[in-house]
């Protein structure tokens, strides 16, 4: 009782502490805070449109998020997540360049091929790390590059549109390929892939032995081996869900809301989905509602530099605070009841 | 001079390490403290190098109270410890090693220093050498020069016999007697009575976190014991099981831990068996254990269980075949950290099934709390147990059919009553035809359970005993790597 | 060719001050995960503070204060919380990134002055050396510096020894009389001044100015080369200046249409070279070749700090 009431207590804190923060910041810019926040609130969901905007931003934030649960559970820091949302939507875009065929034909095996390919490219980190000791920060961090630098040359080296090379990114796919919206932007299959991969993760580490032992190799892996777990089929399985997750999330990305690839499209969601599980203390059932804030926050954000002149990285340093203030209050709470622990014992 | 420590307190979490220690200690003293392993003397000699700062309490060298807030005092103080592992950086050089901490000196005259003060004791080093490529006991002689160096009047040792050979022991005591007759402190801290009994001119027992008597040596080695152990050992031989078939069976095994080598070993347990392995600390019982369980690879010879080949077979496989191992470091290697009892239980359950049946599964761990009279609930998590309660959870997490069972320290840190209860369970698993092999350093534990004594010595087997005729002098000479038979 | 090594040389100078902040931190025992937020952040200071004072010099010295604090942050979220280094590290770059561009805007694309260029004279005049060496900046003669000073005061000096000890194993450095935390907090907070000068060798030289992600990727390349230096001055510096040739070699391809993918794949190579140094260390055929051949070993130890990212605490 007294831990829950500690949690929400710092969560308080930091968010305090960052609306501060925030705040201080617009100050000092010039800006009205209480203008920029209400002027993020109608950017992110205050139309229609812009609420599209902010959902299908949501989609792959939410699928990399809920596969770094399953990572950080493994007691793996998957910083590699980047290059595995990339490497989906490298896959889908393939597909959806050369595979032609009816409409839910193309996009069901795009959304597969991308999950296959997040899959591939977590798998490789994790055999990296379980038979080559290359510890998985740095691999992961490797393979991001590797994945970015395969993007940018296919834009501009063998997809590139025709005629041109230009870094904007390749021809849009073909019409079939798209994921179908409602409204302008707004794909239901995308939301419901997330809401879906985000309860399957609950469940997951939940209710079933795959999730328990999981837990178990990350928290201790000598003992869950000693206990009879094979340690190194979880923490690859873990990669691979994770991967697969973060396939799909590129795969959205590039066949539901690019409809092309361009050398950004990670949109930067991996690295963010660590922001997202850090302060959702990696518990699942906290993704979604974070993931949706932070989003807000992104999107929303850019309205304050077509309004306010700001630069919209505004949103970003909005979110880093939040992570960094929760953290460091949580490790400040921590170190308070450990000293309480001692002076009990002593007195 | 005189040291004098009084009134030491010092409690980690719920475990009083020291609970209110008194030593005193003359110059010229070879002074041994003796207690089994857990009774609180590497607490307290790192309460007086300054590793620790006590509770409570206070240390004074000659008539004056130390102030000690870090190892700097106590090496401003002339106290110097070495460190049961000693504390040496690996890839740094012999002479980087010796110069790392030490007041201003250029490298020529350190090498020099270094070259005298080896050739005093009969040491040698390369002093450009890396530590690494050091034994443990040059490690140790290393260190021990180092602290002379830098003045150390009052010389700390813990457990330094482990994991050395004969001959760096005998240069050690040797080293260690001309230190005392030089007129310094040397405390030697040990829970081998051979090697205070050889060693020491003094000697204070310690038990439970407290001193519980002092001697002048020689003295009867059974005082020493009574003190230890708090009664005169009665050693009463466990009635013999039913003894089966072989249930494991070594033939030729090699095996190589980069520590200890095992070359050559042929053994076989029959189902219904207790094998004790004693040794030193590092002399191959933990090698073989780890060998029969597939933990470590053998490179000669084949082991069997029951008639199944399984040289061949990984760790998982072996138990399967009904191998299981329970290594000494419980939270490091046997239960999880922040997972309940109901998660352990589960997670050795090796359930095919894809959903946890967590009703069931709560009310399953409560049975079994009740039957193994673990003191916690079924959401305790395993941290939270003790050291006794977490064994038992490690033995309830054992299925009640398995071939053999190997243990390591099955009671090492166990109150009494713990320790009666896991060799109860062990019991009623030897009569229903398991066979236990066990490493322990206690020798009464030894002596009590075992129907037969492996006893090791550097790295082979050194005799074979039959325990209900050995008693605890002869088995104390044996682990010495003396045989008086 | 002088020239081009000249030109090699000075882009090389920012990622040694970055890399031997960084290994100074680690060898110490902290991982300063932050650097590409910091050395972005004190790229935008340092242009920034020049900016409005006129002055190189405070525009350096801001750029070394933002990068040390943020250090010093991580040293104390380590040291004092005991909290995981990476995850703070990780938060930091990226808030540091978006502050950057954040509070930068004002600066992007506006005229500053930068660091003068300064020939030696004398040593300038030698044939080849002349020009590849001492025909730059001070920018750039303050990483041969660093360099330099960083070798020797790691392998030749009393606190160097020290530096590694506390890194290599706390506890036996704590029971020498060391102040394991202390030294801990002071070598984390200079190699974060030390990654605070690449950002301002950034700006204020190699880059010529402040954009919005001017610096993007080093910090982390920084990383790589550590690793794949093996922690030790000099073949972390090398994987600098190997760095470096990439990157000019990738800017000569740039015109040739045909081999446009391969200048794009250039700058991934560091990354690719890290992976393959760390894969190859710990196989056991090189363990055993550094067995047989300590000499060989000693030139291609990879080991990391053994204490590296491990809080030290007494009992």
Redesign the interface.
């Known amino acids: 009782m007294r831990a829950a009431w500690n949690r929400a207590g710092s969560k308080t804190i930091a968010v305090a502490l960052a609306v501060l923060v925030t705040a201080a910041l617009l100050l000092a810019s010039g800006a009205s805070p209480i203008e920029s926040f209400r002027l993020i609130w109608q950017g992110s969901v205050g139309s229609g449109p812009k609420a599209a905007d902010t959902l299908m931003a949501w989609v792959p934030l939410v699928l990399a998020a809920s596969g770094l649960v399953v990572t950080f559970a493994a007691g793996l820091w998957n910083i590699g997540v980047e290059g595995q949302v990339v490497m989906g939507a490298i896959a889908a875009s393939w597909v959806a360049r050369e595979f032609h065929a009816p409409s839910a034909a193309v996009i069901t095996v795009a959304l597969i091929a991308g999950i296959i390919g997040g899959l591939l490219w977590g798998l490789f980190a994790g055999v990296l790390r379980v038979y080559g000791k290359v510890n998985e920060i740095f691999g992961g961090l490797g393979l991001d590059f590797v994945a970015t630098g395969l993007v940018v040359y296919l834009v501009i080296g063998p997809w590139k549109r025709a005629g041109i090379a230009s870094t904007s990114g390749t021809d849009p796919f073909p019409k079939e390929a798209w994921l179908p919206t409602v409204g302008d932007k707004l794909a239901p299959i995308a939301i419901v892939l997330a809401v879906l991969a985000v309860i399957a993760v609950y469940f997951l580490m939940r209710?079933?032995?795959?999730g328990?032992?999981l837990?178990?190799v990350g928290?201790?892996p000598?003992?869950?081996?000693?206990?009879?777990?094979?340690t190194s089929r979880y923490l690859l399985s873990a990669m691979a869900i994770c991967g697969g997750l973060a396939g799909l999330g590129g795969a959205v990305q590039a066949i539901g809301f690019q409809h092309k690839l361009v050398p950004a499209i990670s949109g930067g969601y991996g690295f963010l989905a660590i922001l997202v599980v850090l302060l959702a203390g990696f518990r699942a059932s906290l993704i979604a509602p974070i993931a949706f804030f932070f989003v807000m926050i992104s999107v929303g954000g850019t309205q304050l530099s077509l309004r306010l002149g700001l630069n919209s990285s505004l949103g970003g340093v909005v979110q880093g605070t939040l992570v960094l203030l929760t953290v460091l209050v949580g490790g400040w709470q921590v170190r308070r009841a450990r000293q309480r622990v001692r002076l009990e014992?002593?007195g | 001079m005189s040291l004098e420590l009084r009134d030491i307190h010092k409690?980690?979490?719920r475990v009083r390490a020291n609970d209110g220690v008194t030593l005193r200690v003359e110059a010229g003293e070879l002074h041994g403290l003796l207690g089994e392993n857990g009774a609180g003397k590497s607490t307290l000699m790192?309460v007086l190098?300054g590793?620790?700062?006590p509770?409570s309490g206070t240390i004074s060298l000659d008539e004056t109270t130390l102030q000690m807030r870090?190892?700097?005092d106590a090496?401003?103080a002339g106290i110097g410890?070495l460190?049961q592992d000693p504390?040496?950086?690996?890839?740094?050089s012999v002479l980087?090693n010796f110069?790392?901490?030490s007041p201003?000196i250029d490298r020529d005259s350190a090498r020099g220093e270094l070259d005298r003060l080896a050739a005093d004791f009969g040491f040698s080093f390369d002093p450009d050498a890396p530590a690494r490529t050091l034994t443990v006991g040059e490690r140790q002689q290393l260190e021990i020069v180092r602290l002379l160096w830098l003045g150390a009047k009052v010389l700390i040792l813990d457990e330094p016999t482990t994991g050395i050979s004969a001959t760096q022991q005998s240069l050690l005591f040797e080293a260690l007697r001309t230190l005392a007759g030089q007129g310094m402190i040397v405390i030697f801290v040990s829970h081998k009575l051979e090697e205070i009994e050889v060693l020491c001119d003094r000697v204070t027992v310690m038990r439970r976190g407290r001193t519980v008597g002092e001697a002048t040596l020689p003295v009867a080695i059974d005082t020493l014991v009574e003190m230890m152990f708090g009664e005169a050992v009665a050693v009463t031989g466990r009635p013999p099981g039913v003894r089966g078939g072989p249930a494991l069976r070594l033939d030729g095994i090699a095996a190589d831990d980069r520590l200890t080598r095992l070359e050559d070993l042929t053994l076989e347990v029959r189902a219904g068996e207790v094998l004790g392995l004693a040794g030193l600390e590092g002399s191959g019982q933990r090698t073989l254990l780890r060998a029969c369980a597939g933990l470590l690879a053998t490179t000669a010879g084949t082991i069997e269980v029951g008639d199944r080949d399984v040289t061949k077979r990984d760790?998982?496989q072996r138990?399967a075949a009904g191998v299981h191992?329970l290594?000494a470091g419980r939270?490091?290697?046997?239960?999880?950290?922040?997972?309940t009892i109901t998660?352990?239980f589960?997670?050795?359950s090796?359930?095919n099934?894809?959903?946890?049946p967590?009703a069931d599964a709560r009310g399953d761990a409560e049975k079994r709390i009740a039957k193994h009279s673990i003191k916690g609930a079924s959401d305790t998590t395993a941290e939270a147990l003790s050291g006794g309660n977490q064994q038992r959870l490690l033995l309830a997490?054992v299925p009640p059919d398995v071939k053999v069972l190997l243990m390591e320290h099955p009671t090492r840190g166990l109150d009494i009553a713990s320790a009666d209860w896991v060799w109860g369970q062990l019991i009623q698993r030897v009569e229903a035809g398991t066979a236990v092999v066990f490493a322990s350093a206690d020798l009464d534990e030894l002596l009590r359970y075992s129907d037969r004594i492996v006893v090791f010595f550097a790295g082979r087997v050194f005799k074979m005993l039959d325990a209900s005729t050995a008693d605890a002098d002869q088995l104390g000479h044996l682990i010495g790597g003396r045989d008086v038979a | 060719m002088d020239d081009t090594i000249a030109t090699i040389i000075a882009a090389a100078a920012p990622l040694i001050y970055a890399t031997m902040g960084e290994t100074i931190a680690e060898k110490a025992g902290v991982i300063n995960l932050s650097l590409d937020g910091s050395i972005m952040l004190s790229a935008m200071a340092g242009f920034a503070l020049t900016y409005i004072t006129g002055s190189v010099i405070v525009g350096f010295l801001a750029a070394t204060a933002v990068s040390a604090v943020i250090a010093a942050l991580i040293a104390f979220a380590s040291i004092e919380l005991k909290l995981n280094q990476i995850a703070v590290g990780f938060v930091l770059t990226l808030l540091a990134t978006k502050l950057s561009s954040f509070l930068g805007t004002a600066y992007v694309g506006v005229k500053g002055t930068h660091v003068p260029h300064l020939a030696i004279p004398g040593l300038s005049d030698m044939p080849f050396v002349g020009t590849v060496l001492f025909n730059h900046n001070l920018s750039v003669y303050g990483s041969y510096v660093v360099l330099i000073g960083t070798y020797l005061f790691l392998y030749r000096t009393?606190r160097g020894?020290?530096l590694?000890?506390i890194g290599?194993?706390p506890?036996?450095?704590?029971?020498?009389?060391?102040?394991v935390n202390r030294l801990r907090y002071i070598y984390t907070v200079i190699g974060g001044a030390l990654v605070g000068l690449a950002g301002a060798a950034y700006s204020l030289d190699v880059k010529f100015g402040w954009r919005e992600n001017l610096t993007l990727n080093f910090g982390w390349i920084a990383l790589a080369i550590v690793i794949f230096g093996g922690w030790h001055p000099v073949r972390v510096a090398f994987g600098c200046y190997l760095f470096g040739t990439l990157q000019v070699v990738a800017l000569k391809l740039q015109p040739v249409e045909a081999l446009q993918g391969v200048s794009q794949i250039l700058p991934i190579m560091p990354f690719v070279l890290m992976i393959f140094t760390l894969l190859i260390v710990y196989l056991d055929w090189f363990r055993r070749f550094g067995d047989r051949h300590p000499a060989w070993r000693r030139l291609l130890a990879s080991?990391p700090p053994?204490g590296i990212g491990r809080v030290f605490e007494?009992?």
Do not use: C
């Open positions: 209710g079933t032995f795959f328990l032992r837990k178990a928290a201790n000598a003992s869950a081996y000693i206990i009879g777990l094979s014992a002593e | 409690h980690f979490g790192k190098s590793f620790i700062e509770d870090s190892p700097r090496i401003a410890m460190h504390l040496v950086f690996l890839p740094f980087d110069l790392l901490g201003p760790y998982h138990l191992y290594p939270l490091e290697e046997g239960l999880i950290r922040g997972l998660e352990h589960q997670l050795a090796g359930s099934r894809f959903l946890v967590w997490m | 009393r020894l020290e590694q000890g290599e194993r506890e036996a450095a704590f029971a020498r009389g060391i102040a080991d053994a007494r009992e």
